[in-house]
C-alpha cells in the first residue's frame, strides 16, 4: 500500500513542480516571444505596407480590446497626426485554416493602402498565391467606408482562379477589419495619444 | 574519481558519439542537418536538455519509485524541453522556425532517456552531468559535421558564406533526404573502418 502511495506522491510531486517552472519561463518570457514574433512574422507585412524598415514601426503598436479578442494596431504618425493604420484581421475559413492578415488603412484619404497577408497554410500554386502582388494590389486605394467584395458577388476584387474559398476569406478578414476600424476608430487614436504621452 | 570523470568525459566524443557509435538519434540528424547552423542549434538543445535531466533524474535517482521511473523521466525530460523551445523562441526565432516539430521531439529522443535509463540512474550527479555534457558535445560536434558536409557540397556555403568560386553548380541533392542518408552513411563507414584498423574492440548499438 505504501510503495502505491509513495509512487502517487513521488509523480504528483515531480509534475506540480515541472508545471510550476514552465508556467514561470512562460509568463516570464511572454513579452520577449511577443517581439520577436512581431519582427520575423509581422514585420516583413507591416515593411511592405508602410514602406520602412520592420524595426522603425514595431514599437507603434497599440493593442485594442475588440469584447472578445484583442486586436493589435500598428501606426505610422506624419508630423502630429497619425496617417497611417495596420490592423491585424483574421480572414476566417481558408481553405487550410484561418489566415492572418494586415490591413493598411490611410487616415487622411480614407482609402486603404493594402493588404498583406502575415501567416497562411493555403495550398502551394493555389491558396498560396494570395501572397502574390497582383492579388494583393487590388486593394490599394479602395475607400474604408465600404465593404470589400468579390467581383462574382459585384465587387472589386477578382478572386484567384481556383482559390475562391481562399479569396472570400480574405476579403471577409478585411471587412471585419473595416467594421473594427468603424466602431473603434476613437478607441484605437486614443491609445496611441496615451503612449505617445507616456515615451 | 578524476579519471573516471576523464573517461566518462571523452567517451561521448569517440567510443559513445551517438549518431554513429550508439546509433541513436538519427531522426533528427538525418532529418535537420541540411545547414551547419541548423546541426549547431539542434546539437546545443541536445546537449542542454541531456545535461540537465541526466543531472536532475541523477539526485532523484533514490527518490523516484522503480515502477514509475519512465513516467517521471518523461516528465522531467518534457519540462526541459519546453523550456528550450520558449528560450530559442524568445532569443533565436529564425533558428526555432527552421528546427521546427524536431525540438519538441527531444522529448522521446532516446539518447536523452537512453542515458537517463543507462547512465544517471545508477550514478551520482556529478559524474552524470559530465556524461551528459560529453554526449551532448558529440552529438553537437557531428550533428555540426554532418551538415557541414550537405550545406557545402549542397549548397556551396557554410554557416551561410559562399565558400566556392560562383560556377560551382551546388550538389542539390544533398540538402535533400538522400544526401542525409549517403552522408551518415559513409562518415559511420568512415569511423568503423577507422576504429577496425587501429584495432579498437567495439560493438556497434
Known amino acids: 500500500m505504501s510503495e502505491i502511495v509513495r509512487m502517487v506522491v513521488v509523480l504528483s510531486l515531480i509534475a506540480g ?18 517581439k520577436q514574433t512581431d519582427l520575423y512574422v509581422r514585420g516583413p507585412a507591416l515593411e511592405r505596407l508602410f514602406d520602412k524598415p520592420a524595426r522603425e514601426v514595431l514599437n507603434n503598436k497599440v493593442i485594442i480590446d475588440a469584447g472578445d479578442s484583442e486586436i493589435p494596431v500598428f501606426y505610422l504618425k506624419d508630423g502630429e497626426n497619425v496617417s497611417t493604420l495596420a490592423i491585424e484581421a483574421t480572414g476566417k475559413g481558408g481553405y487550410g485554416g484561418d489566415l492572418t492578415l494586415m490591413i493598411g488603412i490611410d487616415l487622411v484619404s480614407s482609402r486603404q493602402t493594402g493588404m498583406e497577408v502575415v501567416s497562411h497554410s493555403e495550398t502551394p500554386g493555389l491558396g498560396a ?30 478572386a484567384i482562379s481556383g482559390a475562391t474559398t481562399t479569396s472570400r476569406a480574405a476579403v471577409g478578414g478585411t471587412n471585419e477589419a473595416l467594421l ?12 496611441i495619444s496615451e503612449i505617445e504621452e507616456k515615451s | 574519481m578524476t579519471q573516471n570523470l576523464k573517461l566518462t568525459l571523452t567517451a561521448g566524443l569517440w567510443k559513445r558519439v551517438p549518431p554513429f557509435r550508439l546509433v541513436l538519434g538519427l531522426c533528427p540528424a538525418l532529418a535537420i542537418t541540411t545547414s551547419a547552423v541548423n546541426g549547431l542549434g539542434m546539437g546545443l538543445a541536445l546537449a542542454f536538455v541531456v545535461t540537465m535531466s541526466n543531472g536532475i533524474i541523477s539526485a532523484l535517482r533514490n527518490v523516484i519509485p522503480g515502477k514509475v521511473r519512465i513516467a517521471s523521466y518523461i516528465v522531467i525530460i518534457a519540462t526541459l524541453v519546453s523550456i528550450v523551445e520558449i528560450l530559442m523562441k524568445a532569443y533565436f526565432f529564425p533558428l526555432s522556425e527552421q528546427l521546427g516539430i524536431y525540438i519538441p521531439l527531444i522529448v522521446v529522443n532516446c539518447i536523452v532517456l537512453g542515458r537517463a535509463e543507462g547512465f544517471a540512474s545508477k ?51 544533398m540538402v535533400s533526404a538522400p544526401g542525409a542518408f549517403v552522408t551518415i552513411g559513409v562518415l559511420l563507414g568512415l569511423q568503423n573502418l577507422f576504429s577496425r584498423w587501429r584495432g579498437e574492440k567495439f560493438i556497434q548499438g
Open chain 1, 17 to 34: 513542480i515541472c508545471s510550476a517552472v514552465l508556467t514561470m519561463a512562460n509568463q516570464g518570457l511572454a513579452p520577449q516571444i511577443e
Open chain 1, 129 to 158: 498565391r494570395i501572397e502574390e502582388p497582383g492579388f494583393r494590389r487590388q486593394w490599394q486605394g479602395l475607400p474604408t467606408e465600404q465593404e470589400v467584395a468579390l467581383t462574382g458577388n459585384g465587387g472589386q476584387i477578382d
Open chain 1, 180 to 191: 473594427f476600424l468603424q466602431n473603434h476608430k476613437e478607441e484605437i487614436l486614443k491609445s
Open chain 2, 123 to 173: 550514478n551520482p550527479p556529478l559524474p552524470s552531468m559530465v556524461d551528459g555534457v560529453s554526449i551532448g558535445l558529440g552529438y553537437t560536434i557531428s550533428l555540426t559535421l554532418i551538415g557541414t558536409i550537405r550545406e557545402v557540397l549542397g549548397a556551396g556555403s557554410w554557416f551561410g558564406h559562399a565558400v566556392f568560386h560562383e560556377s560551382f553548380e551546388p550538389l542539390s541533392f
